[in-house]
């Protein structure tokens, strides 16, 4: 079946301006997550879903990044005035359920804030 | 301090070796332990799942966790050019907490 997808694949943007990443999970999975890929800096975790429960934000390094999920499916991750710091691949990825395992990865978006 | 600790290498090896990847953990919560792979410019493919203490085998990898002493290892027998690759070990009780990935590269 079809893996976890992402778009767009590559994101180049001034700074300022706002940004939209989709996510489109394997199709089943309730427990969704967001992450961040810099050079130096490994895979971050930003914020997850799981089903309709309130979703763990506790990653998000400030106010400008938000998240939803709509149908328990698609997710968008929305950067506002994105600055140079923000500049990194962000990649998403589900699972079958609330536990940790197994989570399956998309390829990413290479968000890149000149 | 980081919750999980890898070291970045690199790690060159020759084709045929036998590789030890390995990462140390502080946080006694963690329950679940995982390696994935990377690839240059891809997401993360996930090659080994365990939750309890002990090994697991699956083809020419064998993944070890030692909670007692929290440290997990990951080997790779008869070593293949195509192995070449960040491997990245990761843990939770839910959202992954990760290493920052050893870079490897088997040579011919």
Not at chain 1, 67 to 87: M, P
Not at chain 2, 7 to 32: H, K, M, R, W
């Given at each position: 079946?079809?893996g976890?997808?992402?778009?767009?694949s590559n994101k180049?943007?001034?700074k300022?301006k706002?940004?939209e990443?989709?996510?489109?999970?394997i199709?089943?999975?309730t427990a969704?997550?967001?992450?961040?890929q810099?050079?130096g800096?490994?895979?971050?975790f930003?914020?997850y879903f799981?089903?309709?429960?309130?979703p763990?934000?506790?990653?998000?390094?400030?106010?400008?990044?938000?998240?939803e999920?709509t149908?328990?499916?698609?997710?968008?991750l929305?950067?506002q005035?994105?600055?140079?710091e923000?500049?990194?691949v962000y990649?998403?990825?589900?699972?079958l359920a609330h536990?940790g395992?197994e989570?399956?990865?998309?390829?990413?978006?290479?968000?890149t804030?000149? | 301090?980081?919750e999980?600790?890898?070291?970045?290498?690199?790690?060159s090896?020759?084709?045929g070796?036998?590789?030890?990847l390995?990462?140390t953990?502080?946080?006694?919560?963690?329950?679940?332990?995982?390696?994935?792979?990377?690839?240059?410019?891809?997401g993360?493919?996930l090659l080994?799942?365990?939750?309890?203490s002990?090994?697991k085998?699956?083809?020419?990898?064998t993944?070890?966790?030692?909670?007692?002493?929290?440290y997990i290892s990951?080997?790779?027998r008869?070593?293949?050019?195509?192995d070449?690759?960040?491997?990245?070990c990761?843990m939770?009780p839910?959202?992954?907490?990760?290493?920052?990935?050893t870079s490897l590269?088997?040579?011919?």
């Amino acid at each position: 079946g079809a893996g976890v997808s992402q778009s767009p694949s590559n994101k180049v943007t001034e700074k300022g301006k706002d940004v939209e990443l989709r996510c489109d999970p394997i199709s089943g999975h309730t427990a969704l997550y967001w992450y961040r890929q810099s050079l130096g800096q490994g895979l971050e975790f930003l914020i997850y879903f799981q089903g309709n429960s309130a979703p763990d934000k506790s990653g998000l390094p400030s106010d400008r990044f938000s998240a939803e999920r709509t149908g328990g499916s698609v997710s968008t991750l929305t950067i506002q005035r994105t600055q140079q710091e923000d500049s990194a691949v962000y990649l998403c990825a589900s699972s079958l359920a609330h536990s940790g395992r197994e989570q399956f990865f998309g390829p990413g978006t290479r968000l890149t804030v000149l | 301090q980081k919750e999980v600790e890898q070291d970045p290498g690199p790690l060159s090896v020759p084709e045929g070796a036998i590789v030890s990847l390995n990462c140390t953990y502080s946080n006694s919560a963690f329950q679940y332990f995982m390696w994935y792979r990377q690839y240059s410019r891809k997401g993360p493919e996930l090659l080994m799942y365990t939750y309890s203490s002990g090994n697991k085998e699956d083809g020419r990898f064998t993944a070890q966790v030692d909670k007692s002493s929290k440290y997990i290892s990951l080997f790779i027998r008869d070593s293949q050019p195509s192995d070449s690759a960040t491997y990245l070990c990761a843990m939770s009780p839910y959202a992954l907490n990760f290493g920052k990935g050893t870079s490897l590269l088997v040579t011919p």
